[in-house]
């Protein structure tokens, strides 16, 4: 639910701000008029499908890669410090981005500048996702928000109210990453982020994270 109250005051945001324009649902309503469907049943059908049943099938795909950075990359780097190894893996994780971004996704337009904000934004959510590594003690759930993540974001940019630049709206632009920095700075502030004897480098079972 937070994922879902996060995506929704960025879009809020970009409302507010005037840094978009409504979603273009004409290719929707045709479907769902097709399908009998009115506006707004189309509407609850579409939420539906896409911020609640969409994560669960979206783990299909986000649990390899959450083994690999949460699972294994996270607790290796666990020496480092849990903040400074969270920070490496976010890096790393936005660099390995950096293709998509060249080829045009997720910040058209900007291949150099969106490659810099994909570092920054991975980075962040790393926090997000790895503070639930800690909390959770498992890899499961931490695939279940990297699937919400990309679900919401999708649903409210495509649906409700698309950005007219990606790189300088709220979402994963500019302005995004300061609201999601001030959502890390609070998040740092519980003592879950302390060191622990047990922190020893070494891949995590889906179940289990060490204390």
Not at 132 to 160: D, E, P, R, T
Request: aromatic share 12%; net charge neutral.
């Amino acid at each position: 639910m937070g994922i879902i109250l996060f995506a929704g005051l960025q879009t809020l945001l970009n409302w507010l701000f005037k840094l978009g324009h409504p979603a273009d649902l004409s290719a929707y309503l045709s479907m769902g008029a097709a399908a009998g469907m009115s506006a707004p049943v189309l509407m609850v059908v579409l939420t539906v499908q896409t911020v609640i049943l969409g994560p669960f099938l979206g783990l299909l795909i986000t649990f390899g890669e959450e083994y690999g950075w949460r699972g294994y990359l996270q607790p290796a780097l666990a020496g480092l410090g849990r903040a400074r190894g969270v920070a490496l893996v976010g890096i790393i994780w936005g660099i390995w981005h950096w293709p998509v971004i060249w080829m045009g996704y997720n910040y058209p337009g900007h291949p150099t500048l969106g490659s810099l904000l994909m570092v920054l934004f991975s980075t962040g959510l790393a926090f997000l996702l790895g503070y639930a590594v800690l909390k959770a003690k498992g890899v499961w759930i931490v695939a279940y928000l990297h699937a919400a993540v990309n679900q919401s974001f999708s649903y409210f940019m495509a649906v409700i109210y698309t950005p007219d630049d990606p790189a300088f709206s709220f979402g994963i632009g500019l302005p995004g990453l300061v609201v999601l920095a001030l959502l890390i700075l609070l998040i740092l502030r519980d003592p879950v982020w302390k060191q622990c004897e047990g922190d020893t480098p070494g891949p995590v079972e889906p179940g289990t994270q060490a204390a």
